[in-house]
């Protein structure tokens, strides 16, 4: 997924990918009972014809996640099934499907968004600027079909649309007091585009909204395909990584809860077989049950695939169908490999924790510092456990000594700088993988001295590294420049925006202007986190963007520069804060 069911390629060839609608739910709800704690709910391609009933039947798939409600045209606050006036929220439109579900002991999960949709001004909450209006819709969706999920796969332009997401979850709260004020269980789950170490700035600002708003987001479903980096893919590697990644940020934004909670909030939806990138990316049987024995011993709580109607053999070879996987594989072979998922009491298998201390250290540019490293295990039997170390900024060299041990065992982190090491803080991954499980610890290094003029490191990419710019296939590139040897590249592709970032912390409450020079079709420069600003443009030759911002009490902001969907590459160079 990547821009779930972006499928830049294949949702886009569906029509509608949506549901909304305005009218408030007047019946007296029920209270529907549940999803289990840990659910199978593979995506529903509702604009076929087929009967959801029908296929959950044969494919052997209890639950169903149904793609997608959207309005009609831009500006609306009515929703519909795929954006099709014909298809309104009404038990006349999958009711009765949906109680045949019901009855063999499944349910449905509502999805709004959806790839077309968030491109097209059709999302609920982009088309519609009544909060109470979206908050209605959703009511009706609940009391119509009678359910306890709502999905929202937000991605594409609903990503950046500010506006839009401070409504959705105001909305969500609304909905949540209307159905706790009622006696009626609801959860909310946001769909989201991921990198292969966790979610990008734009899909972690969604959550951040939301925590703002007070609204509870009970699952957060990752759309673990359609990288688009043009790297080397392990997909089963890949969802593992970018789940461990979203429980740490999950983890920084709700620091109340445990680690457990903090995996009972994960959902993570494959796209089967070959996905829109390509060969390159393709989720094969195989991965099918690494991950399904991966997701019981986390004990997270949705399991997914785009979608019930590609799990066939149909089109060896070719990807981002609708209609089949690409793969030789049997039909319903992913949805039985995955089905026994729902219910399931985790039985943990092989697994262990690893820890580090200290966690922090400090050192002067040329001296250097060690950490311990202890792992346990925590199910299962003792398996080797490999270390590796990410995040290095250039004159900082970081390596574990043994690289490998087995669990239950320890080794050290050593940490080496040269005098040219740049002044700042840097955080340094290690990561640690066994053949049934990878977990992540961060030390946090600080490399004494001042800080350049400006606050940001790295500003001029003159050390031909990204470190400590995060990006997700970006690069460093000598060829344009705007000065100097170096300049940052930014990838865009056709289903997903390329971005690179940086924390920077600056004085609190103080007013600020983020400056860099940028390259290229509709470039954004912004500060997320403590403050909110951006600007942009297009210009086939370099040209300065100055972006005002007041910082907030604790003065950290996080600097971006990103390109849109498919407009292609941008370049950015020179950054300041002044």
């Not at 359910?147 to 949540?176: F, Y």
């Not at 099918?288 to 070879?317: E, H, M």
């Not at 690893?354 to 510092?369: F, I, K, Q, Y």
């Not at 001295?449 to 990419?461: R, V, W």
Request: with cysteine.
């Amino acid at each position: 997924m990547r821009r779930l069911f972006s499928l830049a390629a294949t949702v886009v060839t569906a029509l509608g990918l949506t549901v909304a609608t305005s009218t408030p739910a007047t019946s007296t709800p029920a209270n529907a009972a549940p999803l289990p704690s840990h659910v199978f709910a593979p995506y529903f391609e509702a604009w076929t014809g087929e009967s959801p009933a029908a296929l959950a039947q044969q494919s052997g798939a209890k639950h169903l996640t149904m793609a997608f409600l959207q309005t009609a045209t831009a500006g609306s606050c009515t929703a519909y099934w795929n954006g099709d006036a014909g298809m309104p929220i009404s038990p006349s439109t999958f009711g009765a499907d949906i109680t045949t579900i019901k009855s063999r002991g499944g349910d449905v999960i509502p999805s709004f968004g959806g790839y077309t949709a968030t491109t097209t001004g059709t999302e609920i909450a982009d088309s519609c600027t009544n909060v109470s209006q979206i908050a209605a819709v959703f009511q009706n969706v609940i009391t119509t079909y009678d359910i306890s999920r709502i999905d929202l796969d937000i991605e594409a332009d609903s990503l950046t649309n500010a506006a839009g997401i401070d409504r959705r979850n105001k909305a969500i709260k609304q909905v949540e007091d209307w159905a706790a004020s009622n006696g009626r269980t609801i959860q909310f789950s946001y769909t989201l585009p991921t990198t292969t170490q966790g979610l990008a700035e734009s899909g972690l600002a969604v959550l951040r909204n939301a925590v703002s708003n007070n609204a509870r987001v009970d699952v957060v479903n990752l759309m673990t395909f359609d990288y688009y980096d043009n790297q080397p893919h392990d997909m089963a590697r890949d969802t593992q990584t970018a789940a461990e990644g979203l429980v740490r940020q999950l983890g920084a934004l709700y620091p109340g809860k445990t680690q457990a909670q903090l995996w009972a909030m994960v959902g993570v939806t494959e796209m089967i077989g070959i996905d829109d990138f390509g060969p390159a990316e393709t989720f094969t049987t195989a991965n099918a049950t690494t991950v399904y024995n991966w997701a019981v011993a986390k004990g997270i709580n949705t399991l997914s695939f785009w979608a019930l109607q590609r799990d066939n053999g149909n089109c060896p070879g070719t990807g981002g169908r609708n209609d089949c996987s690409g793969i030789e594989q049997d039909t319903w072979y992913f949805s039985r490999t995955f089905a026994p998922f729902t219910g399931q009491n985790p039985n943990p298998g092989n697994d262990f924790s690893v820890a580090l201390n200290p966690g922090t250290g400090a050192v002067d540019p040329g001296a250097a510092t060690t950490a311990a490293i202890t792992t346990a295990v925590t199910s299962g039997t003792a398996q080797t456990v490999n270390f590796t170390v990410t995040g290095t900024p250039p004159g900082v060299t970081a390596t574990v000594n043994p690289s490998s041990v087995t669990a239950g065992g320890s080794a050290t982190l050593n940490i080496s700088t040269t005098s040219a090491a740049p002044p700042g803080s840097y955080p340094l991954t290690i990561t640690a993988t066994s053949p049934a499980a990878s977990h992540n610890v961060v030390y946090t290094l600080t490399v004494n001295g001042s800080a350049p003029s400006g606050g940001i490191l790295n500003a001029g990419f003159e050390s031909g590294a990204l470190t400590p710019w995060s990006g997700q296939g970006d690069a460093v590139v000598s060829s344009p420049t705007h000065s100097g040897t170096k300049a940052l590249q930014v990838n865009a592709t056709g289903s997903s925006t390329g971005q690179a970032s940086q924390a920077v912390t600056l004085e609190p409450n103080k007013s600020y202007t983020l400056k860099a020079w940028v390259q290229g079709n509709f470039a954004y420069l912004g500060v997320s986190g403590g403050a909110t600003a951006s600007a942009w443009t297009s210009s086939t030759a370099w040209k300065q963007l100055s972006v005002p911002f007041t910082t907030g009490a604790s003065g950290a902001v996080t600097v971006y520069v990103h390109g849109w969907y498919g407009q292609g590459t941008v370049y950015a160079d020179d950054f300041t804060v002044s």
